[in-house]
């Protein structure tokens, strides 16, 4: 998707904390987002960065940094219900454009 | 608030038909968004909306593919020959504007299978 990279699968244990990593070209940027997907539903908005820094929402935090094109998504306290798909999105020019997903699997 | 609202939901036709998309964003919401998501795939934009007039299309293939939001409200989407290739979900969103942290509300999608 336009130069947007995530890993394409993770697993991870329920309870425990994982970090999902997104790079992409920074031209033309002004702000990142985060959707969960679950399987067979749409998209829902998790978090929005658009400044350096770190934006903490209960077990999820996002992260940027703007002059890196890097962005990860922290979700801790790992619940079966998260395992879905998470989309970077990169907001260019008033266009958001997705990148691929990384799929998540949480073990008992 | 109500959420976006597609139709239909499931689609089956065959290779060279035709095949129409509806969808009805959130009160007040100017700008709408067409995605395509492939099975696997992430959501790729194909058309984008601002009230009534297009903001970018550079990726609908305008061979086969037409949109419009008369209005600048509802908005249909045709796909009209299908190829095999077409077999996707096909996603609507609307947010209040296009600029700043304009978060994407999406329907639930119209699922397409060309046979």
Not at chain 1, 34 to 41: F, I, K, N, R, V
Not at chain 2, 14 to 39: D, M
Request: charged share 20%.
């Amino acid at each position: 998707g336009q130069n947007i990279d995530q890993p394409t699968e993770m697993t991870a244990t329920e309870g425990a904390i994982v970090q999902i990593n997104c790079t992409y070209q920074t031209s033309g940027f002004n702000g990142l987002f985060w959707y969960q997907q679950h399987a067979g539903e749409a998209p829902t908005f998790l978090s929005y960065n658009v400044l350096d820094g770190l934006e903490e929402k209960g077990r999820f935090s996002s992260f940027l940094s703007r002059s890196k094109g890097y962005s990860y998504l922290l979700l801790k306290e790992l619940q079966m219900k998260d395992s879905a798909s998470y989309l970077c999105a990169v907001k260019r020019d008033d266009k958001i454009i997705f990148g691929k997903g990384t799929r998540l699997h949480i073990l008992p | 608030e109500a959420g976006v609202a597609q139709s239909p939901r499931y689609k089956i036709i065959e290779k060279r038909q035709s095949v129409a998309f509806w969808c009805n964003p959130i009160s007040g919401h100017a700008t709408l968004y067409w995605y395509q998501q492939i099975l696997g795939q992430g959501p790729k934009l194909l058309i984008q909306f601002q009230n009534n007039g297009v903001v970018d299309d550079s990726q609908l293939p305008k061979d086969r593919f037409s949109a419009e939001r008369l209005k600048g409200v509802d908005s249909t989407l045709k796909i009209q020959p299908a190829k095999l290739e077409d077999s996707a979900v096909y996603l609507c969103a609307s947010s209040l504007t296009q600029s700043g942290a304009n978060v994407l509300t999406f329907g639930a999608g119209s699922r397409l299978t060309v046979l």
